[in-house]
């Protein structure tokens, strides 16, 4: 049976930078990169630099109240938004570490969108009144400083395109993986069965699938509960609500 023309676009991530040539890049390998050549997602660049109005093409400006380096001017970039939000394709995210930290479900939300607008900062930063104008959403890839909003755009496309319907073989991958249960993974293991004194843990070998599936979400919780404080306090509060929602389930039917 031939696939019905897909009428709508498909999930597209616009990026706003100062250097195109930088993408696909990694986007374009593995499984985002079949995906891509499929069809199944779209990345179009919008190159900032067009967006500038004068002879040499400036972007940038020195920070009024003086300081290192240059700051993109809102002019220029407010131009460019207005390019790249012209068919209503939102949200409109600017990359940087002052952001909201990006994690899964962030992902999750951008993924199940018609697909992102991605400004991608270069220099000290953009003025502060675009951000304002343009209600933009913050979001940074972590506490650390990249040189520029790329990388981070190209992390959170490969975050989102995963999560694609048909993108990943095995739709229960997805499923076991860290943070989608809101827990760290448990440790995997393949052959060889003994590798340099170091077994495979036996139960693992057992073919005893309740004793495996026991045996691994204790290894995550415990692997949560030591390396990630954070999530397992959220972990703990989302059982102890779940609890609650349940005992109040049955103080109600009966
Ligand atoms: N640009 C520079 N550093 C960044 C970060 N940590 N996250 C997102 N964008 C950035």
Redesign the pocket.
Known sequence: MSKAPQSQSPWTARILTLFPEMFPGPLGHSLAGKALERGDWAIETIDIRGFATDRHRTVDDTPFGGGPGMVMRPDVVDAALDDATRDGLAPAI????R?RV?DQALVKELSAGRGVVLL??RYEGLDERVIEARGLME???????????E???IALIDAAVRLLPGVMGAEETLEEESFESGLLEYPQYTRPAEWCGRQVPDVLMSGHHEKIKAWRKLQAERTTQSRRPDLWAAYQKRLAQDGAGQNQKKGRAS
């Open positions: 600017y990359l940087t570490p952001g990006l991608c900062g979001v940074s890839l972590g506490d650390f400083v990249l040189s520029g909003g990388p981070a755009a």
